[in-house]
């Protein structure tokens, strides 16, 4: 096992999900040490939800799941980029390809990129 | 000024440098308020040091600036990627172009890349 520093974020590390081939940033968000293990362990990205304070299994619900390809550590064991196949296509719960969607133009933001799904549709009840 | 959300982690953000050419992610810091507005308004990256508690010029000391190139901001406005240009063409305080320099292998850590410096002559006091 790769021990990790999880002690800098209360418990937590930040996670960069990049797509393996475009290296286009699909989302950031964090691990606790049992996602960071549930994710080595299944080779699909796992990350702690701050909002739900539990596990969370990208794309389980969507079915946009992260399948990892390759897991690269930083120089202080505190942040990881996990290179992934999106399925679906779309990383972002909004329906866009990506969490970073929107781009700084002269001082205001102007969202970029095209939804690839409807939230609406994906996470209905 | 396009404000961000920075209550989910405490004051602060999580901002990916990425290079603006290659895509090739550098690192990942954070950024609370004041760095946030630093390099909204000087075009380098400066970020929050959570070691020494204070705001890091990225290069102030080593010379290896980074230059913001365009800025991405994530659906919860809580993350940033800046695509950058790495003065010094290392990010890495240990010399290497990336802190993201190491690789997991058949569950062991393998080291890759080529360091670009040497970081006792570039921090000798």
């Known amino acids: 096992?790769?021990?990790?520093?999880?002690d800098k974020l209360g418990?937590?590390?930040?996670?960069?999900?990049?797509?393996?081939?475009?290296?286009?940033?699909?989302m950031v968000a964090f691990m606790n040490q049992e996602a960071w293990e549930a994710t080595l362990a299944?080779?699909?990205?796992?990350?702690?939800?701050?909002?739900?304070?539990?596990?969370w299994v990208k794309g389980e619900t969507s079915g946009?799941?992260?399948?990892?390809k390759e897991i690269l550590i930083d120089c202080d064991n505190d942040a990881v980029v996990l290179k992934i196949e999106q399925a679906g296509g779309a990383a972002?719960?909004?329906?866009?390809r990506s969490c970073f969607h929107?781009?700084?133009?002269?001082?205001?933001?102007?969202?970029?990129?095209?939804?690839?799904?409807?939230?609406?549709?994906?996470?209905?009840?």
Do not use: W
Request: charged letters at 20%; hydrophobic letters at 35%; glycine letters at 8%.
């Open 42 to 55: 299944t080779g699909r990205a796992t990350y702690y939800s701050r909002s739900r304070k539990s596990l």
């Open 1 to 6: 096992m790769v021990t990790l520093n999880f």
């Open 102 to 125: 929107k781009r700084i133009q002269n001082g205001s933001i102007q969202v970029i990129g095209i939804p690839i799904f409807d939230p609406k549709e994906v996470y209905k009840k």
């Open 92 to 96: 972002c719960h909004t329906g866009y």
């Open 64 to 68: 946009h799941t992260q399948i990892v």
């Open 11 to 26: 418990g937590l590390i930040a996670a960069v999900a990049q797509d393996f081939r475009t290296g286009e940033i699909l």
